[in-house]
């Protein structure tokens, strides 16, 4: 794979000088033409050390307007970083829409690191490269460009760039002793680099072997990939949405012979209730059953997250309440979803929830959440069918993330019947410190009824899974839902900590 990028290309003084001024006049023009854009450029740096990562990262920013430009640099996870999932440092760094994000020691860092130094296995190291590579796909489905430049020299190269680095005063710091460390294992490096390469080039996210034996050669190389790729993506998202807007129209009503089939909602028991005396009995029990759960779980580090959906009116803050009562309210953020800021319109729609995950031993409680995108935009035509229906599967892989890093998550969707919604509308409306509650828009989505079953229909067929189960609260009674939200995450805490002890 590397042999193409060990023929010693050079390109001299005179012909930079020649194509610099061009070549960065080209890139200017783009970045400018970026900055309304509707999509981010991520450019990774990896390669072999000295061969020229920070030096064309650094070119980039002095060529081009570094306002619009994001730079990061990754060493070891910090105590923050650690007691979150693996990607968050990543997704926290992600450049909004119109500017460009340059990483170093990104994702592919560790890794490779770990496997070169056979500190991994082979099958481990694929299992960290394939949600390396859902990571990157969710990012270009939403219409990132994604360029990754791998940085090649060969180890003969290689030992006299380090030569060179260690030989001035200025830059004797780039050649360290763990350089040389890895110089001396660089066929182990090299194999895993290539394999790294091969599993994870993929069309979304393209890599690009760079000889960096000559600067001049590999600083024009990779900015004039960077202005093609750029100028092509910039057309292609201006036919994606002249596409786009062709197509886009809100979502039918459904056939009357669907709208009558049942659905996971039309199963639940709605008559279940609670009286005034057992709920008071049992709020008090599973409050005094959280706390306990809650401080082991502090104890141990183990995060809470906590997902609210439901039908207008179902009562989901007062659950929300009830829960939050029981805890200490320094270590329990309540995160409640609208339509998204202009900051979080220029991201990926996934990115002010992954913002949002708290340090280790707290509770976070999202009111309404990720599950928008399959739900009100889906139905009021917010996004493209396309969008939705892959949305499914990236919930999925955001959940699992949060699991396997070892996070208690539980989901409600609390479902009440039209009567009882109609019955607490009109209650608001006559009791004048609710009336806020209500809106216009609340009176509007009833008619729309049919069309949010069938979009819950689908969201628990296609996201209750094993790792992260969807639970249906009957929340026709107040009292009988606000505990069942308390049990169930009293029992998830439980069984969380049972494993926890067994490991």
């Known amino acids: 794979m590397f042999e193409a990028a060990e023929l010693g290309r050079k390109i001299s003084r005179e012909e930079f000088d020649a194509l610099a001024p061009i070549l960065r006049t080209e890139l200017l023009e783009l970045q400018f033409r970026l900055r309304g854009a509707d999509f981010p450029v991520i450019l990774v740096f990896a390669g072999v050390d000295g061969g020229g990562k920070n030096e064309t990262a650094n070119l980039l920013n002095e060529w081009m307007d570094p306002r619009w430009i994001v730079t990061r640099a990754y060493g070891a996870p910090s105590d923050e970083e650690r007691e979150r999932p693996y990607f968050w440092r990543y997704w926290r760094d992600l450049p909004p829409k119109g500017k460009m994000g340059v990483f170093l020691s990104s994702w592919y860092h560790a890794p490779v690191m770990h496997r070169a130094y056979g500190e991994i296995t082979l099958p481990e190291m694929d299992e960290h490269l394939e949600r390396i590579v859902h990571f990157e796909k969710t990012l270009a489905d939403e219409g990132a460009l994604i360029l990754k430049f791998w940085m090649h020299l060969s180890k003969k190269a290689q030992k006299k760039r380090l030569e060179k680095l260690e030989s001035d005063p200025l830059t004797a710091w780039q050649a360290g002793k763990t350089d040389w460390d890895h110089w001396r294992m660089y066929d182990q490096f090299k194999a895993t680099a290539e394999h790294m390469i091969q599993r994870t080039d993929r069309g979304h996210a393209p890599w690009a072997v760079i000889e960096g034996t000559d600067s001049r050669y590999r600083a024009a190389e990779v900015l004039n990939t960077l202005k093609g790729a750029i100028a092509r993506h910039l057309e292609t998202r201006a036919a994606v949405r002249t596409a786009t807007a062709a197509t886009r129209d809100k979502p039918a009503a459904l056939p009357e012979a669907l709208a009558r089939q049942p659905s996971i909602l039309s199963s639940l028991d709605m008559t279940q209730g609670m009286d005034g005396a057992t709920y008071e009995r049992r709020l008090q029990e599973e409050r005094g059953r959280l706390a306990a759960l809650h401080r082991k779980a502090q104890e141990k580090g183990i995060s809470t997250v906590m997902v609210y959906e439901g039908w207008d009116a179902a009562g989901k803050g007062g659950a929300i309440r009830r829960l939050t009562a029981a805890l200490n309210a320094r270590d329990v953020q ?67 993330q949060l699991v396997e890093h070892g996070t208690v998550l539980v989901k409600f969707w609390l479902h009440i019947t039209p009567e009882e919604q109609l019955t607490r509308f009109e209650t608001r409306d006559s009791i004048e410190y609710k009336r806020w509650k209500l809106t216009e828009e609340d009176w509007r989505n009833r008619e729309k009824w049919p069309l949010y079953e069938a979009a819950v229909n689908d969201m628990v067929e296609k996201t209750s899974t094993r790792a992260a189960p969807w639970t249906l609260v009957e929340a026709n009674n107040k009292a009988h839902a606000r505990i069942k939200v308390l049990q169930t995450t009293c029992d998830a805490l439980e069984a969380r900590l049972g494993k926890k002890s067994k490991t």
Not at 354 to 366: E, K, Q
């Open 334 to 400: 309540v995160i409640p979803i609208a339509a998204p800021t202009e900051e979080e319109r220029a991201q990926h729609y996934l990115w002010r929830f992954w913002r949002h995950l708290s340090r280790a031993g707290r509770v976070t409680v999202f009111d309404r959440s990720w599950y928008g995108r399959v739900l009100v935009e889906r139905v009021e035509g917010f996004c493209p069918e396309e969008d939705w229906r892959r949305a499914y599967a990236e919930i999925n892989d955001f959940e699992e």
